[in-house]
């Protein structure tokens, strides 16, 4: 033994464990609680779509506090109710109907890429084997114009899984997640806005009028 090297006694029945300094996890500690935390997640919700739905926006799956709430984006801090009312120079919606009913009154089909997935809480860079929706149920009935992702990961997969059955590219736009808090909220808006594009024109050109486009940000 070395000078100034205590000797620690082992208890019978117990056995010593290699502890990262710090008090840290080592490497394979934190893959194999990941693994553990890991669950198959099964798509809950309906799409929402009509057949006057002219954009199609796809987020990847409901995170835990959507499906604790019973609908898309449903965390409170997520910005995506927000962004969509303001751009439609709505109100915001706090219920599901609610909801429902601004999506629906201004074409927008609101769906997510994939029908199931392994998943890490709501962490879109755990998921594995996932299971992609199929879009048809959707584009043979509604006129899609333009399908659009709310995040990086949900256009990956549908790039990966998707386009090739539908053969309609998808326009990315930043996430509303609060994660996602590198991205103002101007510029999530700035984003969003280019769905004006495929909006009910009969709607958006009357509202338009009433409210000019930077006041949005003066409330």
């Avoid at 919700?45 to 449903?74: A, C, Q, W």
């Avoid at 120079?89 to 997935?117: R, S």
Wanted: a positive charge.
């Amino acid at each position: 033994m070395e000078q100034g090297e205590k000797s620690m006694a082992v208890k019978p029945g117990f056995s010593r464990k290699k502890i990262s300094p710090r008090g840290k996890c080592t490497k394979g500690e934190a893959i194999m609680a990941a693994k553990k935390e890991t669950e198959y997640i099964t798509h809950a919700f309906e799409p929402v779509f009509d057949s006057h739905s002219k954009i199609l926006m796809l987020g990847t799956m409901p995170s835990p506090k959507s499906r604790e709430n019973g609908f898309y984006y449903g965390h409170p801090r997520n910005r995506f109710w927000k962004v969509i009312a303001d751009v439609c120079k709505e109100p915001m919606p706090e219920t599901i109907e609610e909801k429902k009913a601004l999506a629906l009154k201004h074409g927008i089909a609101i769906w997510d890429v994939l029908a199931g997935c392994e998943i890490h809480g709501a962490d879109d860079a755990s998921i594995k084997n996932p299971t992609p929706n199929d879009m048809h149920r959707i584009l043979d009935y509604a006129p899609i114009e333009q399908i659009y992702a709310t995040g990086t990961k949900a256009a990956q997969l549908y790039r990966r899984y998707c386009e090739a059955q539908t053969g309609m590219e998808i326009i990315q736009l930043p996430s509303t997640s609060p994660a996602n808090c590198r991205t103002s909220y101007e510029q999530l808006y700035e984003a969003y806005a280019g769905i004006r594009l495929y909006l009910r024109s009969d709607i958006y050109d009357k509202r338009r009028k009433s409210q000019p486009f930077n006041s949005i940000f003066k409330k």
